[in-house]
T-cell receptor
Framework: GAGVSQTPSNKVTEKGKYVELRCDPI?????LYWYRQSLGQGPEFLIY????????DSGLPNDRFFAVRPEGSVSTLKIQRTERGDSAVYLC?????????????FGPGTRLLVL | AQSVTQLGSHVSVSEGALVLLRCNYS??????LFWYVQYPNQGLQLLLK??????LVKGINGFEAEFKKSETSFHLTKPSAHMSDAAEYFC???????????FGKGTKLSVKP
């Protein structure tokens, strides 16, 4: 079946602009995660959804970052007033259900560049 | 709190040689441990994971890892490297019920002909 997809694959924007990044999880997966990967670093957790609700948003760096998953499937990560430091690859992952041992399946990522 | 340390940001081996990528973890609860591989411009792909049971875990592409609780380690090995193994490898731990992964900084593996 289809894996996790993310759009766009690349996004270039100017400092101060608003961006939206989309994630389509594997069908039937109830858990969805967003991570951010900066150059030379491992992915860092941003936010986790179980169904429609954000179960844990402790990784969001500040209030410019927000994510939604209104119907329990597709999720959108929204970044307001972008800054150059937001440049990174944003990864989305989904798993069948929550739980520590569940395998997370990752999308190819959206590479965000803020000029 | 959980954390992961990967020793060596860059490892280079010759084709056919043993691959050993080191990972040490810290966890206040029994850990679930993962190895992911990332090829250039691609997402992360699961190589193997340890949840419970047998401490020697076999994964895809001939890789395996052994969970050693006493050493808080989960090193990744492969007996004979192939050129196609050149990629970046990430070790991750998950100690909470929520399920988010905590990754190490990654080890880039180069394979020389």
């Amino acid at each position: 079946g289809a894996g996790v997809s993310q759009t766009p694959s690349n996004k270039v924007t100017e400092k101060g602009k608003y961006v939206e990044l989309r994630c389509d999880p594997i069908s039937g997966h109830t858990a969805l995660y967003w991570y951010r990967q900066s150059l030379g670093q491992g992915p860092e957790f941003l936010i986790y959804f179980q169904g429609t609700g954000a179960a844990d948003d402790s990784g969001l760096p500040n209030d410019r970052f927000f994510a939604v998953r209104p119907e329990g499937s597709v999720s959108t990560l929204k970044i307001q007033r972008t800054e150059r430091g937001d440049s990174a690859v944003y990864l989305c992952a989904s798993s069948l259900q929550r739980g520590g041992g569940e395998t997370q399946y990752f999308g190819p990522g959206t590479r965000l560049l803020v000029l | 709190a959980q954390s992961v340390t990967q020793l060596g940001s860059h490892v280079s081996v010759s084709e056919g040689a043993l691959v050993l990528l080191r990972c040490n973890y810290s966890s206040s609860v029994p850990p679930y441990l993962f190895w992911y591989v990332q090829y250039p411009n691609q997402g992360l792909q699961l190589l193997l994971k340890y949840t419970t049971g047998a401490t020697l875990v076999k994964g895809i592409n001939g890789f395996e890892a052994e969970f050693k609780k006493s050493e808080t380690s989960f090193h990744l090995t492969k007996p004979s490297a192939h050129m196609s193994d050149a990629a970046e490898y990430f070790c991750a731990v998950n100690g909470g019920s929520q399920g988010n992964l905590i990754f190490g900084k990654g080890t880039k593996l180069s394979v020389k002909p």
